[in-house]
């Protein structure tokens, strides 16, 4: 870990009413090794808020910080264990990525405990995420959270998350740092070597196959909720 490394606008942002950084990861490409020369930096990060502020009259403030110039998002603990337990890729992926720069108690805490938060359902947003993207490349239209046409880079994510969602249901485990053989065809299709078509045939069977395997995996039907709740609980009373 390497504190120093911390932009110092994260650093302002959780300043700001008492809140404390409790773990702050690179995220995006350079996480994934997918980088390439015109990559941005991309960090994703976990708060947490005093819980007096919850209780005070101006209450907690804002459950998300984010700024540009380097790109980042950070989550109040409670948002992030909220998201982690619906199965938001983004989210589950910051506790398992391996780039972490800062980590403190509450961060390796919530680390220990990453596996509780995966469950059958947590499938499901890779399934909905992918099915929405191919309606969106037939159409031509609109792709990605960003809107807009199709290129190489949103046909990589696409690519990239249905070959999480196949390793989450086949080995339990939330996988960051892309494979070298994926991540060669990762590369081609991000640098339009690969067609918005040929992105689409690559997809079409691993959906199928992610779509089975959402119906006999390892994973538990529920996660446990209570794990997280007790987590969020004690992290917020000890900033008091």
Not at 76 to 83: A, D, N, S, T, V
Not at 197 to 213: A, C, F, G, N, Y
Request: aromatic share 6%; net charge positive.
């Amino acid at each position: 870990m390497n504190p120093n490394s911390i932009p110092e606008s994260v650093k302002q942002a959780v300043r700001l009413d008492d809140r404390s950084l409790a773990l702050f990861v690179q995220s995006g490409s350079r996480a994934y090794g997918l980088e390439i020369e015109t990559s941005d930096d991309d960090y994703l990060g976990v708060f947490v808020t005093p819980l007096t502020k919850f209780v005070s009259i101006n209450g907690p403030g804002p459950d998300t910080l984010a700024g540009n110039g380097p790109d980042f998002t950070l989550h109040e603990i409670g948002k992030f264990c909220r998201l982690a337990l619906k199965g938001n890729p983004a989210i589950l992926e910051t506790m398992w990525n391996p780039n972490v720069l800062m980590c403190d108690e509450w961060g390796r805490e919530l680390i220990s405990i990453r596996s509780k938060s995966l469950h059958r359902g947590s499938l499901k947003v890779y399934i909905e995420y992918a099915q929405a993207q191919l309606k969106k490349m037939v159409k031509g239209t609109g792709l990605h959270s960003k809107g807009g046409s199709y290129n190489g880079k949103f046909g990589a994510h696409l690519v990239r998350l249905l070959n999480a969602g196949i390793h989450l249901a086949e080995s339990g485990e939330v996988q960051v740092r892309v494979p070298p053989a994926l991540a060669a065809t990762l590369m081609e299709i991000r640098t339009a070597r690969r067609s918005m078509q040929d992105v689409m045939e690559i997809s079409r069977p691993l959906l199928e196959k992610l779509k089975r395997l959402s119906e006999a995996n390892p994973l538990p039907e529920h996660p446990d909720e209570e794990a997280f709740n007790d987590l969020v609980i004690r992290a917020r009373l000890s900033r008091k």
